[in-house]
């Protein structure tokens, strides 16, 4: 055969397999296997019945998801290399081409609610649903984390408005609700995109690159948003980068510490705990406070590794507080959301309370009442319980803020709750915050559960707050978070100080 002819047949051949894809076609299988029987017979009938259908399928007639639009790649797939050919192809003839990148605004509820088996589900119907609203010449690959890179086929004309418009109709494909075993999955996705004559280079993998730094920027601003890729989105992430080394060089080489912040009962002015709280010892900026970085730690998924580091540093806290013959009872630890999903948690606590020979009932765990009243996951629930049966407190930081139910309470075992210091503030001089904080009193003490301040300030809202009732005060006007070396010398000053002093006031009444 002349070589000349082959690419031409190669072409008719592929056309065939298009015109043999058309789900239309079976319409006529029927007539088809008809005609077969009275042009040949039984055995033309048998042959038709059989051959055709099997030639249906081989052609990919019985494909209709990914086939109605664009390819579905295979698992992971190779996105860079998709994107490469769709530039080589664009170049050849001047046209263009593009990558969005849509990612699931909340995979880590996805996995949590529904589980792994579901979370798959969702994301092969969700993939193939995208395929469906894009043309044949596109492909949709499958990432890391479950998200999607769309590579176009080369184009005359790609710009930001129709790359908006078609980032708002996958959305639209992934909003459809899911129907698994009676249950309906709604998801929502936010997407970024990169044309190709913005990419920073033109190679798939640059292209790609761009593409995910402005899915990572929509995800941050989601849900449901789009963003479109720019060069300061490129040195943002180079900084985040950064400070994420920066982060993993900090906690692997102390710079990460532990400051301690007292808690003392508001009768009696005894201690009554400590607060663990981390400090970043920057070697060039300083000492940093969580604001400045714990946003950092979350990103970079550094979330365990630094509650490990407090973790022990808080129980070697208050193993040294025993060895020097200082009473402080407990101590708290913060225990994020994240923190909280690990089914390893419980073990691992009981094997460091045990490393350090302290009883369970002497670590108090703080949970935001954020995550106490939006998780309905099982996997939380049932870590706070083991804790809670091992005998740690569990308190309820930041009380007031979210939306906390009497049952979330219960099914959390909450111990103590923390009273936020948007409530303390100024409570000595304003009647609404005192039928606030009354209130919130009222309702643990009728749940039988502890109280503490958080947030004081001055003498007159410390004198307020033991009026009302609440059991524990801590903040500022008591002392502020201190560095272990310093706590030796301030729990002596304080003991010494209040052992002469009256106490600062009875419960002025329940009514």
């Known amino acids: 055969m002349p070589i000349a002819l082959r690419p031409r047949l190669r072409r008719q051949a592929r056309g065939a397999a298009r015109w043999l894809r058309e789900p239309q076609l079976m319409v006529f299988l029927p007539a088809a296997t008809l005609a077969a029987f009275w042009l040949g017979g039984e055995r033309m009938l048998l042959l038709s019945a059989l051959g055709l259908p099997l030639l249906f399928a081989v052609a ?11 390819e579905v790649a295979g698992p992971r797939g190779d996105a860079a290399d998709t994107l490469d050919r769709a530039l080589a192809a664009a170049a050849q003839d001047g046209r263009t081409t593009g990558c969005l990148v849509v990612l699931f605004d909340d995979a880590a509820a996805l996995l949590d ?15 193939a649903r995208i395929a469906a609203v894009l043309r044949p010449s596109d492909a949709v690959i499958r990432l890391e984390g479950g998200g999607f890179a769309v590579a176009l086929g080369p184009v005359r004309r790609l710009d930001l408005e129709t790359m908006v418009q078609l980032a708002a109709r996958l959305q639209g494909a992934a909003a459809e609700p899911v129907s698994i075993e009676a249950a309906r999955i709604y998801v929502t996705c936010s997407v970024g995109f990169c044309l190709a004559t913005r990419a920073p280079a033109q190679t798939g993998a640059a292209l790609l690159d761009a593409a995910q730094i402005a899915a990572d920027e929509a995800l941050r601003h989601g849900p449901v948003a789009i963003r479109g890729f720019s060069a300061d989105m490129a040195r943002r992430r180079a900084a985040h980068h950064a400070l994420r080394d920066q982060l993993e060089v900090a906690l692997d080489e102390g710079q990460i510490i532990a400051h301690f912040q007292p808690q003392i009962s508001a009768d009696t002015g005894a201690i009554t705990g400590f607060e663990t709280l981390a400090r970043w010892q920057h070697p060039e900026r300083g000492l940093l406070n969580p604001v400045e970085f714990l946003p950092a730690v979350e990103d970079a998924g550094l979330s365990d590794r630094l509650s490990e580091v407090m973790l022990y540093q808080a129980l070697a806290a208050l193993a040294q507080w025993d060895r020097a013959g200082l009473h402080v009872p407990t101590v708290g630890v913060n225990f994020s959301a994240d923190e909280l999903r690990n089914p390893r948690l419980a073990d691992r606590l009981k094997w460091e309370l045990d490393r350090f ?19 309905d996951n099982d996997v939380i629930v ?4 083991a804790l809670a049966r091992m005998g740690c407190g569990i308190d309820l930081d930041d009380f007031g803020t979210g939306h906390t139910s009497i049952t979330n309470i219960r099914r959390f075992a909450v111990r103590r709750l923390k009273i936020d210091r948007s409530f303390v503030t100024r409570l000595d001089e304003d009647r609404e915050q005192q039928r606030i904080v009354a209130a919130i ?3 643990a003490e009728r749940l039988g559960l502890d109280t503490l301040a958080e947030g004081v300030e001055t003498r007159g809202e410390h004198a307020m707050l033991a009026q009302l009732g ?8 008591i002392a502020r978070p201190m560095p272990l070396a310093d706590t030796d010398d301030w729990i ?5 100080r209040i052992a002469a002093m009256p106490r600062i006031g009875q419960r002025a009444g329940k009514g």
């Open 492 to 496: 002596r000053a304080h003991s010494a």
């Open 113 to 127: 609610r529904h589980g792994r088996s579901a979370q798959s589900e969702v994301i092969e119907r969700t993939a």
């Open 357 to 375: 020979d302290l009883a369970p009932e002497r670590l108090s765990v703080e949970i935001l009442e954020t995550v106490a009243a939006q998780t």
């Open 60 to 70: 990919g007639a019985f494909r209709f998801t990914a086939d109605d639009g664009g």
């Open 382 to 385: 049932n870590n706070v319980a």
């Open 470 to 477: 609440c059991g524990h005060l801590q903040g500022f006007g």
């Open 441 to 443: 009193l009222s309702l």
